[in-house]
């Protein structure tokens, strides 16, 4: 079974820049074939070409002692049969990563 906040490892071209993504996707459609994700981007490779606002939209994780950044904005559905090895779950970081799409989906005008 594929969970919600499940991180497998990023098994396409971009591995380098995106080694992981998370399922976001609800376990109401878990009959699905395809699963959203969002990438978690290699800090190290992202501060080479940017600097990130402070902000709830890009929180900072470790995973496998690797800092990664959650990056909403490229939010993708792959199909559940190229997703990589799982590698353990962000269950318990599920409030913060719900905070970013919130914050990119959200209806509030600043």
Do not use: C, H
Request: no cysteine; hydrophobic share 40%; proline share 5%.
């Amino acid at each position: 079974m594929i969970a919600q906040f499940d991180v497998y490892r990023n098994s396409g071209k971009n591995r380098a820049t995106i080694p992981y993504i998370v399922v976001v996707q609800s376990s109401y459609f878990e009959k699905s074939r395809r699963r959203v994700v969002v990438p978690l981007v290699s800090l190290n490779e992202l501060s080479k070409t940017t600097t990130l606002p402070a902000s709830t939209i890009n929180p900072i994780f470790t995973i496998e002692g690797d800092r990664v950044v959650l990056n909403p904005l490229e939010i993708t559905s792959i199909p559940t049969e190229v997703l990589g090895d799982k590698i353990g779950s962000m269950a318990n970081e599920g409030e913060r990563i719900i905070a970013a799409l919130d914050e990119l989906l959200s209806r509030a005008w600043r």
